[in-house]
């Protein structure tokens, strides 16, 4: 069976591509789930206006994914995080430590468009790659800083001394005999 595209589908083609397929994968599966067309005239002419609207929704998504990134590059984020000694990390710097700052400035973004390069393990400036779109991303810099320590020190005191009874010989079990 003729069938022509709606989708970009990877096995079979690109959208508005015309490809013979078995009958039952066409009728009970690509048409159902509006992948594909049978390929008649009218249909193909209804697949040129998709094809039209498709574009012109991708052209929007991708001129909205410039704009943030616009508005990404300009962005430093700041990531407070407990130190040791040398400024180095207790652990290191995850993609949804960064995704829940860009958050908190008012940027929505999932933990799994944020790419880290190499992992942050010490206090610093680091660049940041955010995926927006398949041939958009943008660059953030993201500043690790030592956590502001608390005001109260707490003294250590010393652990209470506990008596411990000497051990006492077990009794013996009389025999049975």
Request: net charge negative.
């Amino acid at each position: 069976m003729k069938i022509i595209l709606r989708q970009n589908y990877s096995t079979l083609g690109q959208i508005g591509d015309v490809v013979e397929v078995k009958d039952g994968y066409a009728l009970n599966y690509l048409i159902p789930r509006k992948i594909a067309f049978t390929a008649l005239a009218g249909n193909l002419s209804a697949l040129n206006e998709e094809k039209k609207s498709y574009d012109k929704k991708i052209k929007k998504e991708i001129s909205d994914a410039e704009l943030l990134a616009a508005d990404l590059e300009k962005l430093t984020i700041e990531i407070p995080v407990k130190v040791g000694e040398e400024g180095k990390l207790y652990g290191s710097v995850t993609t949804q430590m960064v995704a829940d700052a860009l958050t908190e400035k008012g940027f929505n973004l999932d933990k799994r468009k944020i790419e880290i390069a190499e992992q942050i393990k010490a206090v610093g400036l680091y660049s940041v790659e955010v995926k927006l779109y398949a041939t958009v991303a943008a660059k953030v810099k993201v500043l690790v800083k030592e956590e502001a320590k608390q005001g109260v020190e707490v003294a250590e005191t010393p652990a209470p001394e506990v008596e411990v009874a000497p051990e006492q010989p077990a009794a013996e079990e009389p025999k049975a005999e």
